[in-house]
């Protein structure tokens, strides 16, 4: 158990849905990290935050959006949501910067 | 913008056997990770290396941060079906963070 939760474990939408994932980092960690990883593909960065700043942008698309809470947790938010957001979403939580990350177990969304 | 290699993209071997597979960098990094990843699970860290020709053990697995500091090396030692799944590196860079795309790792009994 690394200590980062990820809710929820499995989501099933329609295409042209908004969904919302959410994360809570490891106690103490302040960066937390999405990644996307669609059928046998390699971890593909989205979003970092620090400490409830954006840190670092990857490939996220105009339609996805993040936040990271006073409380440290952190929501994707996807909209608009097409087959080929179909993936595995990955949360991960560092102690500051990039580094040893811990992963969440994923949530596995699916659209239809 | 930086990019990892990963290498060799897949293996099959058979118990018992060692792996060795590696990940190479255009550019320098000050550290090196490896992470495994489960089918259906999130990536697990197995070992981080911070200096130029590091080699550090864990269990039946060493990896090396070599000594350009643009690569780096993971070896598994007498092979073991539990050790299927996906390994991937992480160069722990700054800004847009890039894992290599994984060496898949099968076990035959």
């Known amino acids: 158990d690394s200590g980062v939760t990820q809710t929820p474990k499995h989501l099933i939408t329609a295409t042209g849905q908004r969904v919302t994932l959410r994360c809570s980092p490891r106690?103490?960690?302040?960066?937390v990290y999405w990644y996307q990883q669609s059928l046998d593909q390699g971890l593909q960065f989205l979003i970092q935050y620090y400490n409830g700043e954006e840190r670092a942008k990857g490939n996220i698309l105009e339609r996805f959006s993040a936040q990271q809470f006073p409380d440290l947790h952190s929501e994707l938010n996807l909209s608009s949501l097409e087959l080929g957001d179909s993936a595995l979403y990955f949360c991960?939580?560092?102690?500051?910067?990039?580094?040893?990350?811990?992963f969440g177990p994923g949530t596995r969304l699916t659209v239809t | 913008g930086q990019q990892l290699n990963q290498s060799p993209q897949s293996m099959f071997i058979q118990e018992g056997e060692d792996v060795s597979m590696n990940c190479t960098s255009s550019?320098?990094?000050?550290?090196w990770l490896w992470y495994k990843q489960d089918p259906g699970e999130g990536p697990v860290l197995l070992i981080a290396l911070y200096k130029a020709g590091e080699l550090t053990s864990n269990g039946r697995l060493t990896a090396q941060f070599g000594i350009t500091r643009k690569d780096s090396f993971l070896n598994i030692s007498a092979s073991i079906p539990s050790d299927v799944g996906i390994y991937f590196c992480?160069?722990?860079?700054?800004?847009?963070?890039?894992f290599g795309k994984g060496t898949k790792l099968s076990v035959k009994p």
């Open positions: 106690s103490g960690d302040l960066s």
């Open positions: 550019s320098i990094f000050n550290t």
């Open positions: 992480d160069g722990g860079s700054q800004g847009n963070l890039i």
């Open positions: 991960a939580s560092s102690v500051s910067g990039p580094g040893e990350q811990y």
